[in-house]
């Protein structure tokens, strides 16, 4: 059971600007950086957001990352076919002293 | 560029010992933290540890400290991961990551070992 709480799906339609949470609390999210990951289907994940909010080179600008207290938020805009994947989210906690990765998100582009 | 290269699919029988690779290139390997991440059909993330091969520091997940070892050898700058006696709950795809100079989520990954546990 992951400590790191997202809702297990999320839907838009092409366009659209579609959000996914992660709630943690103050040992995790609360003290260290977020960072978020896109699997596609069948291959490795990969970082979209390091540090809360900072996207690799590689990262189109329709990714963002946010972060207030012990939560954080994954917006995509402009949300395109290619978008559907699974996202997680991911925090080092001071508590456990190791990584914790939120449940995942399965995001269908309707 | 950063590039993680695992070893390739395994197929084991219940009880046998199995130690899968994963080779780092474009970066300085001794100063940042890699580990391991298992994703079992079907499912999420999980964390399994990680080590500084700097110096061999390593951290487990308590979920599988004792039922594997991580461990790496700088002078080829290969990570490795390991289990004595395999069991058919092992089954899955394990990722090698790269995490940060000091104790962070991961940035890099490698393209995954699917390892596969059957009698």
């Known amino acids: 059971q992951s400590v790191l709480t997202q809702p297990p799906s999320a839907s838009g339609t092409p366009g659209q600007r579609v959000t996914i949470s992660c709630s943690g609390s103050?040992?995790?999210?609360?003290?260290?950086?977020v960072c978020w990951y896109q699997q596609l289907p069948g291959t490795a994940p990969k970082l979209l957001i390091y540090?809360?909010?900072q996207r690799p080179s590689w990262v189109p600008d329709r990714f963002s990352g946010s972060k207030s207290g012990t939560s954080a938020s994954l917006a995509i805009s402009g949300l395109r076919s290619e978008d559907e994947a699974d996202y997680y989210c991911?925090?080092?906690?001071?508590?456990?002293?190791?990584?914790?990765f939120g449940g995942g998100t399965k995001l269908t582009v309707l | 560029e950063v590039q993680l290269v695992q070893s390739g699919a395994e197929v084991k029988k219940p009880g046998e010992s199995l130690k899968i690779s994963c080779k780092g290139f474009?970066?300085?390997?001794?100063?940042?933290?890699i580990g391991w991440v298992r994703q079992m059909p079907g499912k999420g993330l999980e964390w399994m540890g990680i080590?500084?091969?700097?110096?061999?520091?390593?951290r487990y997940s308590p979920s599988f400290q004792g039922q594997v070892t991580i461990s790496a050898d700088k002078s080829i700058t290969t990570a490795y991961l390991q289990w004595s006696s395999l069991k058919a709950s092992d089954t899955a795809m394990y990722y090698c990551?790269?995490?940060?100079?000091?104790?962070?989520?991961?940035?890099?990954w490698g393209q995954g070992t699917l390892v596969t546990v059957s009698s």
């Open positions: 990551a790269r995490h940060g100079t000091t104790v962070t989520a991961p940035d890099y």
């Open positions: 474009g970066y300085s390997f001794t100063n940042y933290w």
């Open positions: 080590i500084y091969p700097g110096d061999s520091d390593t």
């Open positions: 103050s040992s995790n999210i609360g003290s260290n950086f």
């Open positions: 540090r809360d909010f």
């Open positions: 991911a925090a080092w906690d001071d508590s456990l002293s190791g990584v914790l």
